[in-house]
């Protein structure tokens, strides 16, 4: 027997469409959903092996229960029921004698994070958080400052853009399918790329210029490019006139902020700057300046997000055409979304976050998705109260936040620990009880609403029966919550009847994805109109410069420029990044991703590593204040000088992982855990190492 299934990839979570070939029970074949535009049949090498994670038999196969030390890797093998009596059992226990509020569920978020916010909902707790801060924390908060939209209800139509910036985007390999087919296309169109990172990617290569930015150094960079674009009224004034508001305060507050000034700092001539900010502007508005995820983690980062967005709407690119747009959703077209279960009435909760966000303490981060980092320091201090229980989905607070050895620390004194996953990543090796979800390819799945120019839904569909005895996310958190007498809330017995749940009221059902895997609300492409129709969702309804969240909130619009720490000639700012072949902390145990790149290297400058008698290729030790790691030197002047690279995700822990145990050098050991908190992101690049040979 021989099939095709429409479904969603998930060997990393930007879920891109595919299309899986099926014979005898087997999957035989996965390639990019060749329906939907962008995808073109493609797949990057991680979706590739995704077949290689269906057949590896190093993942979850059973629930387990920790029968030693927290890590110490004795497991007992048990049956679904034993481990959710036991979690339910732990839980009611913690919840009776510490509230709801001392059970905290940490996620990526993904297609079934309603079911889980709904779950600590029912038991009353405020303490859902996602990876988001993690991931683009400060990106968010710098968007609904101007904009009131959040960056992940903008979208980038690289495919019709004359010019696109990229500061440490990563594109060619931090990447998204679709995003990379139409950026490609673009380039073929004759799309110019810049690109400016202090290491030169694969990115770098392809771009028509690269600037190899002094690490930390980007907003010295907008402020001169702002400075020009001002002083030659280079920008849109119409667009502008219509929708900025604190123009005249940027343009008091760039003066000083010269090209020459900004190359001293960031080691850009200023004659460069000049150039491209008059170049870039006559494409104007079909220009994107990426507000980008992971490059310049910096404790000042949501400045270099705003200056990164004011820029874009000064090109008057924010909705237009080659530019960003406001991504619609259902509504737009008179249709209804997929329901959540969100949407419940639930017992009404007034309870502070562990986080604190949206206390004076914390105010702007993202309420929806917390703040991850501020996990440990929650826990340690027991501020605000004491956290008791900790259930990981689909997320690794080990890999994942920096500092490895306190957030060690702090889990060690929870009462319970529990993860979801379908490998044994470092924090299942850590846990009490490890429950296996089914992979991607074995379970069916939520909705995905997926808003944008054209408001559509996708699906992701079992292919094939699962090969362990694992379930899927949405009915192991429905069985744990019956089991403490809140299951009311998950009204389902299966995935079927959830799915006919959300969709009911949309006037789509199950069957209208079979066709192409997703179903669409309207045909056309939706933009607003520039001159008057413009919906922003800031106190001003226009673009906020001088933003009223900040303000209100006592920060800021335009703080004074502070140059970040230089390294002190003995030391390097360690930063860290992705490669094609791996997903963060998830994909280093996979066969055939293994094979290809089972570690990580450190890229050190050519010259300091003569300077250190380090060689191509010789082990050598980087120390920060939190570890050290022995790994080896990929030699190269291809890298700045003051920043030794590494890539995010290597030197896992858990030992029945056999290909990763052990390997390379994990970088949330050795980074602080520091954050940005105005904007909520964790500062990932603000650890400095020493590098030495081994
Ligand atoms: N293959 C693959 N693709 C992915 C992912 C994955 O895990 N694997 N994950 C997805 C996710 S969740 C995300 S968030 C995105 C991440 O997408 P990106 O943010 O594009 O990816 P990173 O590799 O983290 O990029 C960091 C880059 O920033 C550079 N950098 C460091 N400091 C500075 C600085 O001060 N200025 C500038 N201009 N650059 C700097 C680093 O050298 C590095 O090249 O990728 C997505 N796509
Ligand atoms: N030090 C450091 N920290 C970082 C970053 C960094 O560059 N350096 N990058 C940040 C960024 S951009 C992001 S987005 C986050 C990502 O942080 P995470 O979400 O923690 O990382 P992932 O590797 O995407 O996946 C986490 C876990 O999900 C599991 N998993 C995969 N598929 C499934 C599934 O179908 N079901 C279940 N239940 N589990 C599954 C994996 O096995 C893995 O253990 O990390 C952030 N943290
Ligand atoms: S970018 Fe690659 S791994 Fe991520 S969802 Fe798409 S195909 Fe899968
Ligand atoms: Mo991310």
């Keep these: 027997m021989e099939n095709e299934i429409y479904s969603l990839c998930f060997m990393c979570s930007v879920r891109c469409p595919i299309k899986v070939q099926v014979k005898d029970g087997q999957v035989r074949w996965i390639e990019g959903n060749p329906l939907v535009p962008g995808m073109e049949g493609s797949l990057c090498p991680r979706g590739a092996a995704g077949i290689n994670m269906l057949y590896d038999n190093e993942r979850l196969q059973s629930p387990i229960i920790r029968d030693g030390e927290r890590g110490a890797g004795k497991w007992r093998k048990v049956g679904w029921d034993e481990a959710l009596d036991y979690i339910a059992e732990k839980l009611k226990n913690i919840i009776d004698k510490n509230g709801g509020q001392s059970v905290v569920l940490g996620e990526r978020t993904q297609l079934a994070t309603h079911v889980s916010k709904s779950f600590l909902k029912a038991i009353g707790s405020p303490n859902h958080f996602t990876h988001d801060a993690l991931c683009k924390g400060s990106v968010n908060t710098a968007c609904r400052s101007l904009f009131g939209y959040t960056d992940a209800q903008l979208g980038i139509d690289y495919k019709n853009t004359k010019h696109i910036v990229l500061y440490g985007r990563n594109i060619f390999e931090a990447i998204s399918v679709k995003e990379v087919n139409n950026l490609t296309q673009a380039l073929e169109n004759g799309a110019k790329l810049t690109y400016i990172d202090p290491r030169v990617t694969v990115t770098a290569t392809k771009a028509h210029r690269y600037w190899m930015i002094r690490p930390g150094t980007d907003l010295a960079l907008n402020y001169a490019l702002i400075n020009v674009i001002l002083k030659e009224r280079l920008y849109d004034s119409q667009y502008v006139d219509r929708w ?159 500092d490895t050895a306190l957030t060690k620390k702090a889990l060690d004194k929870l009462d319970l620990l529990v993860t979801i996953d379908i490998n044994y990543s470092d924090i299942a090796w850590y846990s009490d009880v490890v429950l296996p979800e089914s992979s991607y390819l074995e379970r069916t799945d939520c909705i995905q609403q997926a808003n944008g120019l054209k408001p559509q839904m996708f699906l992701r569909r079992q292919a094939v029966a699962p090969r362990y005895d694992t379930r899927e996310g949405a009915m192991i958190l429905k069985q744990i919550a019956e089991r403490i007498g809140v299951g009311r809330y998950f009204p389902y017995e299966n995935m079927e009847e959830l799915l006919r749940w959300q969709l009911d009221g949309t006037g789509f059902s199950l069957d209208d994805f079979n066709a192409k895997g997703f179903v669409a609300y309207g045909k056309d492409q939706i933009f607003w109109d520039r001159k008057d129709g413009l919906k922003f969702k800031t106190p001003s309804k226009k673009i906020e410069f001088t933003s009223a969240l900040l303000e209100n909130a006592g920060f800021k619009s335009f703080p004074v420029y502070e140059p970040v720490v230089r390294p002190n000639g003995g030391n390097f700012r360690l930063v860290t990044g992705r490669i094609a072949l791996h997903t963060h902390v998830s994909t280093q145990n996979n066969p055939y991703l293994h094979e290809i790149t089972p570690e990580n290297v450190l890229w050190i400058n050519t010259r300091k590593a003569a300077e250190r008698g380090i060689k191509n290729n010789d082990v050598v030790e980087v120390t920060s204040e939190k570890g050290a790691g022995k790994i080896k030197a990929f030699v190269t002047d291809m890298i700045h000088p003051e920043t030794v690279f590494m890539l995010h995700g290597f030197g896992h822990e858990a030992k029945l992982a056999s290909r990763s145990y052990n390997k390379g050098v994990s970088d949330s050991m050795l980074q602080k855990n520091v954050s940005d908190i105005i904007g909520g992101s964790p500062a990932l690049h603000e650890t400095f190492v020493t590098v030495n040979p081994a």
Excluded: C
């Excluded at 949501?302 to 924010?318: D, E, F, K, P």
């Design 244 to 402: 900025v508001q604190g123009l005249a305060e940027l343009q008091d507050f760039v003066q000083p902020y010269t090209p020459q000034w900004a190359e001293e700092e960031t080691g850009i001539p200023a004659d460069e700057i000049v150039t491209f900010a008059r170049e870039i502007s006559r494409d104007k508005p079909a220009v994107i300046f990426h507000f980008g995820y992971r490059g310049a983690s910096y404790t000042n980062e949501i400045y270099q997000r705003r200056a990164i967005m004011i820029l874009n709407s000064l090109m008057g690119s924010v909705e237009a055409k080659g530019g960003f747009f406001i991504k619609k959703g259902p509504g737009e077209v008179g249709g209804k979304p997929a329901r959540k279960l969100t949407e419940q009435e639930f017992p009404k909760l007034d309870l502070t976050r562990f986080d604190k966000v949206g206390t004076p303490e914390f105010p702007l981060p993202d309420p929806n998705h917390g703040v991850a980092q501020i996990l440990p320091h929650a826990i340690l201090k027991e501020d605000p109260y004491p956290i008791k229980a900790l259930i990981a989905y689909r997320l690794d607070p080990l890999g994942s936040i920096p």
